[in-house]
């Protein structure tokens, strides 16, 4: 029996159809921080990364209730990043025929 997914995969699957569904976008970035706005279900939330300390936050509920517990935003927002620099770096990049 696999009764009930642990609550982070069902998160994290959440987050990456945000990120597919092109519902995170960044919309700025500092010196300090990068800002996120992730349009979640429950309409769009502000998600803030400070890479110098590694911290997230997060202006949900689901975050206010449970600090340092990740919500789909902030992993959505975290998958974005990783995706885009990815993206970014295969884009520059020429691309070869087979
Ligand atoms: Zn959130």
Not at 82 to 89: H, R
């Amino acid at each position: 029996m696999t009764s009930g997914e642990a609550p982070r995969a069902r998160l994290e699957k959440k987050a990456r159809e945000l990120v597919l569904a092109g519902r995170v976008r960044l919309h700025g970035s500092g010196g300090r921080a990068m800002y996120f706005s992730v349009d979640g279900e429950t309409g769009e939330r502000e998600v803030s990364f400070a890479p110098t300390k590694g911290e997230w936050s997060c202006d949900c509920k689901y975050s206010s209730l449970k600090p340092g517990h990740d919500c789909s935003h902030i992993i959505a927002a975290r998958l974005f990043l990783s995706q885009g620099a990815k993206k970014a770096d295969k884009s520059s990049q020429p691309r070869y025929p087979e």
